[in-house]
């Protein structure tokens, strides 16, 4: 983990003068685009008019194959942002911090690079020539509807072209290969073999890891050998306060067309979905991957409750950021702890 802070406004300067790519990533992290609003159809007829080969399905998920001949791969990302009170415009006013490069809102909105990064991502990969079925899902955010949409009515397409991987750019910070959403989503070879492949990059550390939440590969994982979930720079999701770091994001890019994906191992049985390792999972309506053991606070965990309470005073930002990840919500808490709502 690097800088977590939020860069001072003093130091954050306009955006302007960045080159084409990253004026493109600013142009698609300005639109605030929440599900099924009229900003996502314009993002997805956006790139429907601009691949010759894009396909929409009858959801609205958009389905640009490339060089499928040479490719068992799938890549996977989103097209709508939480934005839970867009503004009139739905545009987002942007700042970047040019020496940390880092980019980030006015703080009055969601930056949105979850997932807005893995669409650029995906675009660039696709104007590269790299082999591969690409899919930008619809209403991920709302319970990963184009997903399921996709991997209901489209099975026998995915099986007819024999792919094998379904890598999601859609994950916080660093250094993630996500193994588990939930319930295992990969192989630990494969995780790993794409993590060696990632780290040619000097300064990457990718490795796998079993602590992801859902995204739309897990939609696949019955039809999918090796669905995974890697860290694209972006962090503090669905909060006003969310970061992407620019040149992590640019440096990732430079990575992902270089890596030799159609030879990484392919293991997972798609019936193997073991949960991860010392963790507490519990599946919700098909999306929640509930995953916080509230019982560590108690007195069977080596932290004491006053221990506890002294971190989450200290660093409530973070234990509020790791709630968020973990999908867990506010009434959630006061469910479970049994905070009558009069009490708040
Ligand atoms: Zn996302």
Redesign the pocket.
């Known amino acids: 983990m690097r800088n977590l802070l939020f860069a001072e406004p003093d130091s954050a300067c306009e955006i302007e003068n960045f080159d084409h790519d990253l004026t493109r990533l600013f142009g698609i992290l300005k639109m605030q685009r929440p599900a099924k609003s009229q900003q996502e159809n314009n993002l997805a007829t956006h790139l429907l008019n601009l691949y010759e080969d894009a396909w929409p399905d009858d959801y609205g998920n958009v389905i640009v194959p490339v060089k499928m001949e040479d490719s068992y791969t799938m890549f996977s990302c989103?097209t709508d942002t939480?934005h839970p009170k867009p503004n009139k415009e739905h545009t987002s006013i942007l700042y970047a911090d040019t020496i940390l490069k880092q980019v980030f809102t006015n703080g009055l909105s969601q930056l949105g690079a979850?997932?807005g990064a893995?669409v650029w991502f995906m675009m660039n990969m696709i104007e590269a020539g790299v082999a591969g079925l690409y899919i930008f899902h619809r209403d991920?955010?709302v319970g990963g509807l184009g997903s399921s949409h996709f991997a209901k009515y489209h099975e026998d397409y995915l099986t007819q072209l024999g792919i094998k991987r379904c890598v999601a750019f859609?994950r916080h910070y660093y250094k993630d290969v996500i193994t588990h959403q939930g319930t295992r989503c990969c192989s630990d070879n494969f995780a790993q073999a794409l993590s060696n492949e990632l780290n040619m990059t000097d300064e990457f550390e990718f490795e796998p890891c079993d602590t992801g939440v859902f995204?739309d590969s897990a939609n696949y994982t019955h039809i999918i050998q090796e669905c995974t979930n890697l860290s694209v720079g972006y962090w503090a999701?669905h909060t006003v306060k969310e970061v992407l770091d620019y040149g992590f994001a640019s440096q990732m890019l430079a990575r992902l067309v270089q890596v030799d994906w159609e030879n990484l191992p392919t293991e997972r049985d798609v019936n193997d979905n073991d949960y991860a390792y010392g963790y507490d999972w519990h599946q919700w309506s098909g999306r929640d991957y509930k995953a916080y053991d509230f019982s560590m606070t108690g007195s069977t965990n080596h932290t004491s409750y006053s221990t506890m309470i002294q971190f989450i005073e200290q660093n409530s930002e973070y234990v509020a950021e790791y709630l968020l990840d973990l999908d867990v919500t506010e009434s959630e808490i006061i469910q479970h702890v049994g905070i009558a709502f009069d009490d708040l």
């Open positions: 989103h939480v979850d997932d893995g991920e955010e859609d995204t999701q």
